[in-house]
């Protein structure tokens, strides 16, 4: 049987998450699911979980355990057989053992990126609220500023990627995360990137993702042969 390649992307707010995600999934064909961009769907389509998430967002605090771990188990559901790429899920060990009760992830990604760094990425961070896309002025800026590519809307900040905002959810994410990425250091499947530039770090993603999706397509094809 053909054996699914499930990958996890964790880091701090504005660490990349999503830039490499995009290229992941592009360059792999790994469906990626961004528990952000769930609900938010789920939010503006007015679903239970939305109407629910939404009081937790609002608040700036984490959507509970058992509302995300729903969610998220759903989707995957949906993708039985494809491989896939999570991104914002887990975010609490809670959430990363109902996960492991069902799937067993091949590899986990853990960004490590310096503060400095992140507080200027976010503070010029522009999103396209309806569909998720991300822009950043310096790095890769809209055609026309303010502007989203696709649809001509415009783009908005988001409050708590302002720099006062910055250091409580990075206080936060460290916390919340560290027994979340213990976890995944104890089962053997963490790989940690650190750098400034998500252009720098790629091709060591690239070419780990190449070796591991390589020796998983060879594993599956001896286990088929007699
Ligand atoms: N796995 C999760 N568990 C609990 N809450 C979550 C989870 N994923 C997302 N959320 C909630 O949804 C909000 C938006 O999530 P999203 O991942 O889009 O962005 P973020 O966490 O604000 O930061 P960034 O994308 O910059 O890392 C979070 O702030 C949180 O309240
Ligand atoms: O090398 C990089 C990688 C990302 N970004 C920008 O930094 C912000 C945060 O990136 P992303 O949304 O991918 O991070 P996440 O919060 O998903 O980890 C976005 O405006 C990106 O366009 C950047 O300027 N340089």
Do not use: C
């Not at 188990?73 to 039985?80: M, V």
């Not at 109902?98 to 507080?119: F, G």
């Not at 502007?147 to 905002?165: H, M, R, W, Y």
């Not at 990075?170 to 995360?177: F, G, N, W």
């Amino acid at each position: 049987m053909a054996k699914f390649f499930r990958a996890a992307i964790m880091g701090p707010p504005g660490s990349g998450k999503g830039t490499i995600s995009k290229r992941i999934a592009q360059s792999f064909g790994l469906q990626y699911l961004s528990s952000g961009h769930f609900l938010r769907e789920g939010i503006a389509a007015n679903t239970e979980a939305g109407v629910m998430a939404k009081t937790y967002i609002e608040r700036g605090m984490l959507v509970p355990d058992p509302v995300m771990t729903r969610l998220m188990l759903s989707k995957l559901e949906q993708l039985s057989s494809h491989s896939f790429l999570l991104d914002g899920f887990p975010r609490t060990l809670a959430q990363a053992q109902a996960l492991n009760n069902r799937y067993q992830l091949d590899l986990v990604i853990s960004l490590n990126i310096p503060y400095e760094t992140l507080k200027e990425r976010l503070s010029d961070r522009w999103i396209h609220p309806r569909s998720g896309r991300v822009y950043n002025m310096g790095f890769n800026p809209p055609q026309v500023e303010g502007k989203d590519d696709v649809t001509g809307e415009p783009l908005i900040q988001q409050d708590d990627d302002k720099p006062e905002a910055l250091m409580a959810r990075l206080r936060h994410y460290k916390e919340v995360a560290k027994p979340v990425i213990d976890l995944y250091k104890s089962l053997g499947i963490l790989h940690s990137f650190s750098g400034t530039e998500t252009d720098r770090i790629w091709p060591y993603i690239n070419s780990l993702l190449s070796n591991k999706m390589h020796t998983l397509a060879q594993d599956a094809h001896q286990s088929q042969t007699p």
